[in-house]
């Protein structure tokens, strides 16, 4: 069993009339991903890439109730109410690809999803993928392969590149999360840290942290209380002060957030760093050698 | 986004917090008519230390007000030119207070944050005996008047002034809320010597994304821009554009695919010994326009001796932009030399674009090298640095 | 306080539920430019049975609109004299559905309530196969728009209307709430052959005591009344005097101390075979002044015969009530028979101004008798009654 | 014990620094009312008939914990502020003078009321009193005699009338409360009459009623549950419809709350009818016997 997504999970797309949702809806489907249904509100009665679409995700469940997992591709302005929504209709896990959300909006996200004890991953996250399994957002399959080694970073494009630095060196990965660029964050490295730690298929776990927030530093408490190692590699040191750098989550605010305090924060907790992406599969080595022995 | 003090006590007077009467000048020979002396001048920059810099004065009457509008106006304050001076009534300071409101990073709630100690870095202001105190709510609660109240008393206020400062409380908490701030500082509250309330200072820190509902704002004069600063020109043409992109001071122009590698890009750059010229983020699925006009922006900057340029294909297909790069080329025909990589979805798609223009333009394409997935990315970026003659 | 439809549907428009083009007529020889026809006249009054009545008509050109608005203007519909008529472009109609927001009296919840099946009275409604669906809300509780679409889904509509409906529903429930209203009521909401939704008819019932935060309903036109129906033109002087005050169609004047003893007295007034001439409050703590305009409205209705009047001092005290009689007998003189009660709060003071006055001005007292604690109020009605005539 | 007051009941006062709440306050004080404090925004410090002012019900509460009873006399626009501050701070009886308060402000005071298990009486209550004991609010104490009946009105009049006519007869009160004639009330007449019933110092309930709302139809099946009579009196039967008769809560609306429609529900359900103030007492003799006989 990966974790959160597996063969067969149920899953549906909200927002999956969009040029992207829908794109990506196939691709999902192509990799063996079990799309059961589409929302999009005033579109019920349509279909796409051959799933049906629903006006809410409320008659989407009635039809198919052992739905868990949805992916949000609606603009910004409406992903506050899809993903309440999902959580309303019963979804257990919420995967917000939607990117740039007013930061008010995934307060009260989150506020709601732990009262009713529901993940939510993103927004700006490009989904998760257990490789050879499932695939629920916008990840290049081609780039990840089978294997022992969870990742969690909070950029997409970076996640590829861990599993392609992984992949040239043999190993594969049992499953990756892309955890969102955006400031406020749904699930985060801790949330994601824990599931690794209970999969048996997974041996090791590198995650990737960037400028901005403070994710990465509360979770290295954690890092510690695992029993598997955590390679680390946190990016933005060249990155100037003030500025967004793409993500709104990539922004140095005063003396919290640098790449610094995160590196400092996880290397003092046993965490194994990299300074490049080359450098991650030797240390993953290293450290499964140095847990095991 | 932190909004320039006079932009943020614009906001506070329609939130209906107390400011002192003031202008903003924006040039010499301003007209002072209705000002009422002494009145303190502030140079409107973000970057601190305005004071030691000589960027605040005071005046007792035009004549001296003149004098230091002319003196500060155009000059430099760190890297930023002072294009507004705010001139404000001087407020007879009994005591200084610390009022803010913010998003808690730690708990994902709204906080109202006080203290009995104002007018100096909130940092110091925690060394204080009294700290910083601090309420927390639940995103989407209201604040009761008497929160706001229960709060003032816990400060020590009584009578009038309890009321007085609950009131700023309450509706420096509002504004939080209602404009989706991440910030909302009053820093100091004064309280004169008739026990009158006056913001002294305001820090406001928006949240761009949220600013679509919010169109109020722009007719205020508030527009996007980066979080603390002022844009530079090529910056400026890039936020038209839709790129989010910063100019860096190095000569290798990066063509990243997302915001995440692009800030993994430039560590990478310094990493090897070189000098990034530009962070830049294509978004979620750019279109071929966009792509171009990302490319333009790099190989239009005289900095730019190299450009390094990475896709992995997700959201954003390898064929897409290849036809973009392609497209670019050939119509710029740009002679700087290109090292990039390209991965993922749709990828031999995109490299027969690539071959296909190649063989029918070997010209054009001689500068340009596109490597594939089994190349590692630190090489692609060695081999960059060394075009643009570094290491 | 019950709207005009016009009003409720000035209120719809401000609020963005969609209603069909309308203007407002009060005098004959309207200006009808702008009209499209055909058109539905409606008179404007708050009775139900106006369609029976003949005050609903339709029109297909200026003329015959004309002919209607002369026959019906300054006509009365039973009670209610027909000042405005509402002259709407018809709607062509392919289903009616029911959306309302209300107070649930029981949950002390706001509640959506929906059906299938509109344009009938509400009680009929219910009636049908499938029944009104409500959806119950807490005090404070945003709607979701994605509530508002699970609602329109679970009415059984689908693409582009249950996003019409939803939008609908979401604008009514966040009128309930903004506005103070007890009642919003789109019955029917018509979906017309195109697809399009318009509240054809609209009943929106707010609550008075929160208008004092809804300044802009004054400036809409909209402003306080009865519940249901307009003052006479004693209760509007009472009115603008600040008194509760009901028009009654008997002969015996009540001046009583608070509105529940008001309602109490009407009731025994009856039971004791007489006829009340009004209901009246005195509200908390009213002053001298209001009290002797109280007794003013009274001795200045030709209707009235005799005054029943009842003093419980509580918050209101005896002296205070004491001394507005008096003074009001000594500066009017009134020739009616006034038979009173007091008691309670500074009873003794009170009883003391009486009797002074009434030893120094023994003339003006002698229909005026006031009774104490001692005697039954029953006893006080009854003799009131006799010196009415009654009985 | 008498229900919710009893002498040595510890009692602040909210807005006592108003015309009318300083001078009730004196009455209460006077009849033996232990009102330990008082409070008003902005005023803190003052004295008002000897009894200290508060700026919050916070501030009070740290100096009179054992305060278990608020009276709010606050203009209506500031009332559901006050009431919330009091719940708040822990008060556990809220008896609130001030009338005409929005009807939504009391949904949610009612809401919140009801989560921290706290009784709110009123709006537009004038109080309550154990007679010879204690006084909330402004009854007018001259008419009320220590005795085994309970009442519970709607109106402050009629709690006088109903005293009087009782106390003429012989009669006393155990405790009188008036519920209020705002359209949204705190507690109704079935909560009051829960108390009367568990109440050993009372022998039978005087309920009067009146047109509007639906308060007394709904605590019909409770009349017919208690093992003590309840005797009831409803005004408002000559009323005209659609009219509102000072009071906000006093309107027929529709078919809703009529005075026949109360009277009928309490007949069926076993309370003694009356017609008049005077038939009361006889009512309360013939009761007492029917029921322990």
């Known amino acids: ?293 | 986004m932190r909004l320039y003090e006079y932009e943020a006590k614009r906001l506070f007077r329609r939130a209906g917090i107390p400011t002192p009467d003031n202008i903003v000048v924006e040039r010499d020979a301003a007209v002072l008519e209705n000002v009422v002396y002494p009145v303190v001048l502030k140079a409107q920059v973000f970057l601190g230390g305005r004071g030691k810099a000589g960027f605040v004065k005071t005046a007792h009457n035009a004549r001296e007000a003149q004098k230091h509008i002319k003196a500060m106006l155009g000059k430099k304050h760190g890297a930023y030119r002072i294009e507004r001076i705010l001139v404000e009534r001087m407020i007879d300071i009994d005591q200084e207070i610390y009022v803010a409101a913010a998003i808690d990073r730690l708990s994902h709630r709204p906080l109202v944050m006080t203290s009995r100690h104002g007018g100096m870095d909130i940092e110091e202001i925690a060394k204080k005996e009294q700290a910083i105190m601090k309420f927390y709510f639940n995103p989407g609660q209201k604040i009761h008047k008497f929160m706001a109240r229960k709060i003032a008393g816990q400060l020590g206020f009584s009578g009038q002034l309890l009321a007085g400062v609950a009131g700023v409380i309450e509706k420096v908490y509002n504004l939080l809320v209602s404009y989706d701030c991440k910030l909302v500082e009053v820093n100091p509250l004064v309280i004169d010597k008739r026990g009158s309330l006056y913001a002294v200072d305001a820090k406001v820190d928006l949240d761009e994304d949220a600013m679509f509902r919010h169109r109020d704002l722009a007719e205020m004069g508030i527009v996007a821009r980066h979080e603390v600063g002022e844009l530079t020109d090529r910056e400026r043409t890039a936020k038209a554009l839709g790129i989010p992109y910063v100019d860096l001071d190095g000569d290798i122009g990066v063509f990243p695919g997302g915001a995440g590698f692009g800030i993994a890009a430039i560590d990478l750059i310094q990493h090897y010994g070189g000098k990034p010229a530009n962070f830049m983020d294509s978004g979620g699925a750019p279109t071929q326009e966009k792509l171009r006009a990302m490319l333009g922006l790099l190989i239009d900057n005289p900095r730019v001796k190299a450009i390094f340029g990475a896709r992995f294909g997700g959201i954003s297909r390898c064929d897409d932009w290849a036809k973009a790069v392609v497209q670019y080329v050939l119509e710029n025909k740009p002679e700087k030399p290109m090292i990039m990589r390209m991965a993922g979805n749709m990828e031999a798609e995109g490299r027969k674009i690539l071959e296909q223009a190649k063989q029918e333009h070997p010209e054009f394409f001689k500068d340009i090298k596109i490597y594939a997935v089994d190349t590692p990315i630190e090489e692609v970026i060695k081999e960059t640095i060394r075009c643009a003659g570094g290491e």
Chains 1, 4 share one sequence.
């Open chain 1, 1 to 293: 069993m990966a974790i959160i997504i597996d063969k067969g999970t149920q899953t549906i797309i909200q927002g999956i009339t969009g040029r992207n949702a829908s794109l990506h809806a196939k691709f999902m489907m192509e990799y063996g991903t079990n799309v059961v249904a589409g929302v999009t509100p005033g579109k019920g009665g349509q279909k796409v890439e051959g799933v049906r679409v629903y006006d809410t995700v409320q008659q989407c469940m009635e039809d198919h109730p052992r739905a868990t997992v949805s992916s949000i591709w609606v603009p910004p302005a409406f992903a506050k109410d899809a993903i309440l929504e999902a959580i309303d209709a019963g979804i257990k896990t919420v995967v917000v690809i939607t990117e740039r959300i007013p930061i008010h909006d995934m307060l009260m996200v989150r506020h709601v999803a732990k009262e009713k004890n529901v993940m939510v991953i993103g927004g700006n996250t490009p989904g998760l993928i257990s490789p050879g399994k499932a695939l629920v957002g916008m990840l290049p399959t081609i780039t990840f392969r089978p294997g022992r080694i969870g990742t969690v970073a909070r950029s997409g494009a970076v996640t590829y590149y861990l599993a392609n630095s992984l992949n040239l060196a043999g190993f594969g990965e049992s499953t990756s999360v892309g955890l969102g660029g955006d400031p406020i964050l749904g699930a985060n490295f801790e949330d994601v840290l824990r599931l690794f730690q209970e999969d048996p298929e997974t041996d090791a776990v590198v995650m990737a942290g960037e400028i901005g927030g403070v994710y990465e530093e509360l979770a290295a408490p954690y890092v510690k209380e695992m029993k598997k190692p955590v390679i680390a590699y946190i990016t933005g040191k060249a990155a100037p002060q003030g500025k967004r750098l793409g993500h709104a989550g990539a922004i140095i605010e005063g003396t919290m957030g640098t790449a610094q305090s995160k590196i400092d924060a996880l290397r003092s907790n046993g965490a194994y760093l990299a300074e490049t992406f080359s450098e991650i599969p030797a240390l993953v080595r290293l450290a499964i050698k140095e847990r095991s022995g």
